[in-house]
């Protein structure tokens, strides 16, 4: 990888790790739908406007099915998630929650798409499950007896990701013959659509000042339709393979932007379940090929953080 995709990963990272700062701070004011669907109307249209600038067509009469149901899985259903979660959750949670997609896209592609899981990649899917019960243990301890107010959006949270591995592989399967950014465009307007009758149910809670509309400007623009263009340019620079180890950056920058921009605290349970959920993450999709000598290491050096705590 060049330096100039280097510092796109970065960038991206960056990013995507900020979306869960501007959700948490703009779902009190906006609610879970209107958030959503400001956010993907509003990277729909910076999108048609990046298309028309790049002369891309979408071919809505052939491929309309397509980005309603990648719509429902890849943005829709798991932001709302997200959203509902952030009224509970903090965002540092959330960003290491969201680092178990490429899990659940192996579980989801083994079940639906056959694809054989080696050894490696199953051992990374039994660290990814130990991994999300430490954190959830984590949860229990911080929370007081008997409050289990933290759980439903904990679940939530941990669906969204699975959501991603549906849309993965039924964009594999079904939709792999379409160019990669009109399908994020296409889907982008598809997420619109279906978001908005439930806003009908679901209004903003809270009337928006103007610092509320700059981030939900941020969120559209920067985290969901910059954040595209740049995804989508890494795939064609350096491949699908090298483009998801932003999935491992993410988490850092939702912990970093959390603690200094909102203030939020990192228990031990949750860094050290961060770290096992990296961990599993990079051996299911193969981004680690020596697992035993790794594992050792991590395991080694989280039990030495756990004796100087």
């Given amino acids: 990888m060049d330096f100039a995709s280097s510092i796109r990963l970065i960038a991206l990272a960056a990013i995507w790790g900020a979306s869960f700062i501007f959700t948490r701070v703009g779902v009190p004011v906006f609610g879970p739908a209107v958030l959503i669907l ?26 309309w099915r397509h980005y309603f149901i990648i719509g429902a899985f890849n943005c829709s259903v798991p932001f709302m998630l997200y959203a509902y979660s952030a009224q509970y959750l903090n965002a540092s949670l959330l960003a290491i929650v ?21 050894r490696t990649a199953m051992l990374g899917l039994a660290l990814g499950f130990a991994g999300v019960a430490m954190i959830v243990g984590g949860d229990m301890l911080n929370s007081e007896p008997g409050d289990g107010s933290w759980l439903l959006p904990l679940l939530a949270a941990l669906t969204a990701p699975i959501c991603y591995g549906i849309a993965s592989s039924y964009t594999k399967l079904y939709a792999s013959d379409i160019d990669p950014y009109n399908n994020a465009h296409g889907s982008m307007w598809g997420a619109a659509l279906l978001v908005l009758p439930v806003c009908l149910f679901l209004p903003a809670p809270r009337t928006p ?67 096992v959920v990296l961990l599993g993450t990079a051996l299911s999709n193969g981004a680690i090929r020596r697992p035993q000598a ?16």
């Fill in 98 to 118: 969201n680092a178990t997609a490429p899990i659940s896209g192996a579980i989801v592609a083994a079940i639906w798409l056959r694809t054989p899981l080696t």
């Fill in 209 to 275: 000042a103007p610092f509320d509309w700059s981030v939900i400007t941020a969120l559209a623009v920067l985290c969901t339709g910059v954040a595209y263009v740049l995804y989508f340019r890494l795939i064609r620079d350096v491949g699908p393979a090298r483009a998801l180890t932003v999935t491992f950056l993410i988490p850092v920058f939702g912990v970093l932007w959390g603690m200094l921009f909102l203030g939020e605290s990192v228990s031990w349970m949750m860094l050290g379940g961060g770290l």
């Fill in 38 to 63: 400001l956010r993907v109307g509003l990277a729909a249209l910076f999108l048609s406007l990046v298309a028309w600038r790049m002369r891309r067509a979408l071919a809505i009469a052939r491929n």
């Fill in 294 to 309: 790794i594992c050792k290491q991590v395991t080694r050096r989280f039990l030495m953080l756990l004796a100087l705590k």
